[in-house]
């Protein structure tokens, strides 16, 4: 863990490649090692033990739905402060980027940075979306059961 936060990025991508399970390889990106350089010490030894020894199979409990969505209990955490609140996320495993919706960012008191450029969102059919662009960042800490193991990750 030492070697890693005293690396340059590219010993720390060498790093965790060699270290990560092979299907998390697609992962190890420069944001990547840049989030984890951001953790204390807790959440970065979570979040790299979560790259070698995740199981193959995972198993995850949902609610039942006719929509093809995939909805989860977690706890969710201000990377800043720490103060964990229950809530429900939705897993959209066909999304490129993680978002959260600005009603939950102030009822959990997260903290937000501004984006030095907003970066658009288009719909799955390339029209732009009706809420506009992406002005803000947040970055939170979720917590979640699976298969009677606690896994974290930092979004």
């Not at 840049?34 to 609610?63: C, F, M, P, Y």
């Not at 739905?65 to 800043?80: N, P, Y």
């Not at 029209?127 to 992406?134: E, F, K, R, V, Y």
Request: charged share 20%; proline share 1%.
């Amino acid at each position: 863990m030492e070697e890693f936060q005293q690396s340059d990025m590219y010993s720390g991508l060498d790093l965790l490649l060699d270290w990560c399970n092979d299907k998390f390889m697609e992962k190890i990106t420069p944001s990547f090692v840049q989030q984890l350089w951001n953790l204390n010490d807790h959440w970065l030894l979570s979040e790299i033990h979560g790259l070698h020894s995740q199981a193959s199979k995972i198993t995850i409990e949902a609610r039942k739905s006719d929509q093809k969505d995939l909805i989860m209990k977690v706890l969710i955490a201000s990377e800043q402060h720490r103060i964990w609140h229950k809530t429900q996320v939705l897993i959209d495993s066909g999304c490129t980027i993680s978002c959260i919706n600005e009603e939950t960012v102030k009822k959990f008191n997260l903290e937000k940075k501004i984006l030095k450029y907003a970066v658009p969102v288009q719909n799955a059919n390339g029209t732009l979306n009706a809420a506009g662009s992406i002005t803000h960042v947040v970055t939170a800490c979720l917590e979640f059961n699976l298969n009677g193991e606690t896994h974290a990750e930092t979004i």
